[in-house]
């Protein structure tokens, strides 16, 4: 996977490429990352990249010239590469889409700054536009580092293991059992006792209850998504049942 990234602060990328399994796959060459100071196609003395908004307003809004020749020079180093605008205005990021971009060639990302990026750079020179979340950030960089962590975590090779990057199709709609190491006892809290028995077949039951429970606690909303698998109905309607028992009159 080829990523381009285009920014005014390329430095804010050089720790996240440094570091545990995005270094690696840089290292086994399973990611190449190129970073582009959108500055350095900016013309005139100042090399500005921003201007005044037309029709007044508070803040600045990203220059079309500069960016657009970057994005055309980023462009011609890999044609078949997609055009990604980090926006608030865009698409939620989520793990679907993650998967889907693992499935490209390469991936050219081009970082908003101040207000944003003249409507017609948006339009014409753009794919597709992704936010990470509803909350507001001062720049398309943080975002750009989410998404290549995901992508890149789900491309072959990336976890030097043989656990796959997704255990099966409910990996993002369910959380995770507790996960606990030793001591077997830290600050008089005691680990789970089935953990300890050795009995694999207990514990995964264990395991698949206790996700499931933490799940419909706390996220609700990813049950409500999805089509509850056989085992899991099961299991409520045992819950179910528990709990008219417990109410019952
Ligand atoms: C709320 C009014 N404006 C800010 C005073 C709009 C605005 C412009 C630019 C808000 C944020 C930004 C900068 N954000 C991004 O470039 C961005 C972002 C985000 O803010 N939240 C979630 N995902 C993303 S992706 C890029």
């Not at 399973?30 to 959108?38: C, F, K, L, W, Y």
Request: charged content about 25%; glycine content about 8%.
């Amino acid at each position: 996977m080829d990523y381009q990234i285009l920014t005014i602060f390329p430095e804010i990328f050089d720790s996240f490429l440094s570091h545990g399994i995005i270094r690696r796959a840089v290292a086994d060459e399973i990611i190449t990352v190129s970073i582009t100071n959108i500055r350095d196609f900016a013309k005139g003395r100042h090399q500005e990249t921003d201007d005044r908004p037309y029709g007044g307003g508070a803040g600045m809004v990203m220059k079309p010239e500069p960016l657009t020749d970057a994005i055309q020079a980023a462009k011609s180093r890999q044609p078949s590469a997609k055009k990604i605008l980090l926006s608030p205005q865009g698409r939620p990021f989520q793990q679907q889409t993650a998967r889907g971009l693992a499935r490209e060639n390469g991936l050219i990302f081009i970082c908003g700054r101040y207000e944003g990026v003249d409507e017609r750079v948006c339009q014409a020179y753009v794919d597709e536009e992704i936010s990470i979340g509803d909350y507001i950030l001062t720049g398309g960089e943080p975002a750009v580092m989410v998404i290549i962590d995901a992508v890149t975590r789900l491309l072959p090779g990336a976890l030097g293991c043989e656990d796959s990057a997704e255990k099966d199709s409910f990996s993002d709609s369910r959380l995770e059992h507790g996960h606990y190491t030793r001591p077997p006892v830290f600050e008089g809290k005691p680990v789970p006792e089935v953990l300890l028995s050795g009995n694999h077949a207990v514990i995964e039951a264990w395991r698949f209850e206790e996700a499931l429970l933490r799940t419909l606690v706390r996220r609700p909303d990813l049950l409500g998504n999805r089509t509850i698998s056989k085992a899991e109905r099961e299991t409520l309607k045992r819950w179910c049942r528990l709990i008219e028992q417990l109410v019952a009159e």
